[in-house]
C-alpha cells in the first residue's frame, strides 16, 4: 500500500510564498511520476506540476510556470512543490499523487493520492 503525506500549506498573503512537501511510503517510485493537483471549491481537481523519479523531467500547468518548481529527493522519497508570487486564484486544496499510468495531466492516470493541504492566499 502507498501513503503519501502532504504537509506545508497554510495562509499567505498575494505575492507570497509556500513550500508544499509529500513524503511517499510503501513503495518505491524509481519508473514512476509524481505529481501536485489542486482543487478549488466548486472546480475541477486540475494538474499543478508532476515530476518523473528518474531523470527528472518537470512538467507545468501553464498559469503556474515560472512561479511554481517541483522537485524530489530520492533519499527521502519526498516531493517538494516550492510556489512564489501566489495569487488569490491559486488558492485550493493542494493533492500529492503517483502516477500508476497514462496522460501526466489527467488526474485518472493517477491512483495514489495524499489527503491533501489546504493553501490561500488572501488578496
Known amino acids: 500500500q502507498v501513503q503519501l503525506v502532504e504537509s506545508g500549506g497554510g495562509l499567505v498573503q498575494s505575492g507570497g510564498s509556500l513550500r508544499l512537501s509529500c513524503v511517499a511510503s510503501g513503495r518505491t517510485f524509481s519508473n514512476d511520476v509524481m505529481g501536485w493537483f489542486r482543487q478549488a471549491p466548486g472546480k475541477e481537481r486540475e494538474f499543478v506540476a508532476a515530476i518523473s523519479w528518474i531523470v527528472s523531467f518537470t512538467y507545468y500547468e501553464d498559469s503556474v510556470k515560472g512561479r511554481f518548481t517541483i522537485s524530489r529527493d530520492k533519499g527521502k522519497n519526498t516531493v517538494y512543490l516550492q510556489m512564489n508570487s501566489l495569487k488569490s486564484e491559486d488558492t485550493a486544496v493542494y493533492y500529492c499523487?503517483?502516477?500508476?499510468?497514462?496522460?501526466?495531466?489527467?488526474?485518472?492516470?493517477?491512483?495514489?493520492w495524499g489527503q491533501g493541504t489546504q493553501v490561500t492566499v488572501s488578496s
Open positions: 499523487t503517483a502516477r500508476n499510468s497514462g496522460d501526466i495531466y489527467s488526474p485518472l492516470s493517477y491512483g495514489f
